[in-house]
């Protein structure tokens, strides 16, 4: 419990920290996207559909993800990766995905690079009879000149929010 509350202090602060920042367009922008859901089913059910999914299934459930390639090793393992390519916003980027850190039903990160940076970190914790999923987005990567950050972060928000209500569906179905 203690690692999920360092984990959302820590990202709430860079989401700070990048808001007062501001933007220049064209140039590097970075920010974190915070979402959380609570799901009916115990973190061993939530935690096999992650790690099960099928390509279709990515497709389906996380907001943009048009392709999936090059994929290595063993899936939901430290150092299993794939390349993905992803639209936002209007705006399509791809990049080499791999699992960094897996403490099994605490916490998953995936580790972004190429065409944009960053960490994408599934946080399990217990609430009620159920299971709180939060994922916390920290991304750093240029935007075209004519591209508002505060858009792509919106669109980037709500596309998180509607990938864990996805999930919960799918994992309270099963």
Sequence with gaps: MKVVKFWVFLAATVLSLATLAGCAGGATQSGTIIGSTVINAPVEKISNFMCNMSDAEMKEVFTGVKELTN?????????????????????????????????????????????????????????????????????????????????????????CDEDLARIKAKVEKM
Excluded: R
Aim: positive net charge; aromatic residues 12%.
């Design 71 to 159: 994929k290595q090793g063993k899936p939901c393992t430290i150092g299993y990766s794939w390349d993905q390519t992803q639209c936002v916003a209007g705006i399509c980027k791809t990049v080499n995905a791999v699992w960094a850190v897996i403490i099994p039903y605490q916490l998953y990160q995936l580790k972004y690079s190429g065409e944009v940076n960053g960490t994408t970190s599934y946080l399990f914790s217990p609430e009620g009879k159920g299971t709180k999923l939060t994922v916390i987005l920290e991304m750093s990567g240029k935007l075209p000149a004519n591209v508002s950050y505060d858009m792509v972060k919106s669109e980037f928000q709500k596309g």
